[in-house]
Nanobody
């Protein structure tokens, strides 16, 4: 069993920065591709970013490209999402997910691909 704990969310003004973390336990972290999704009220879960198991490759959703950066520290069993130039439309609950390395990259954007999820962390950006 794999446990994921999301943290780092908060309330901030537009233009600010925030770093989310997702700590993983229970299995070998470096065996998993890791992904961030987000979900705003009344909307479907949206792909944000994914990183390969080694960290060598990353992909981003169009709405966050150039503003967000995903990274991972396999020694700390943690994946991060650095979010810069935040906008009110970035307001959502952010979830990390762990999946088979085969997910990356072509299946990474599909939430049904993932077996393990964090509990989510709220990010609220005011204008």
């Amino acid at each position: 069993q794999v446990q994921l704990v999301d943290s780092g969310g908060g309330l901030l003004q537009a233009g600010g920065s925030l770093r989310l973390s997702c700590a993983v336990s229970g299995r070998t972290f470096s065996n998993y591709a890791m992904t961030w999704f987000r979900q705003a009220p009344g909307k479907e879960r949206e792909f944000v970013s994914a990183i390969s198991k080694s960290g060598a490759s990353t992909i981003y959703g169009d709405s966050v490209k150039g503003r967000f950066t995903i990274s991972r520290d396999n020694a700390k069993n943690t994946v991060y999402l650095q979010m810069n130039s935040l906008k009110p439309e970035d307001t959502a609950v952010y979830y990390c997910a762990a999946g088979s390395p085969a997910v990356f990259p072509f299946g990474a954007r599909n939430p049904s691909t993932y077996d393990y999820w964090g509990q989510g962390t709220q990010v609220t950006v005011s204008s």
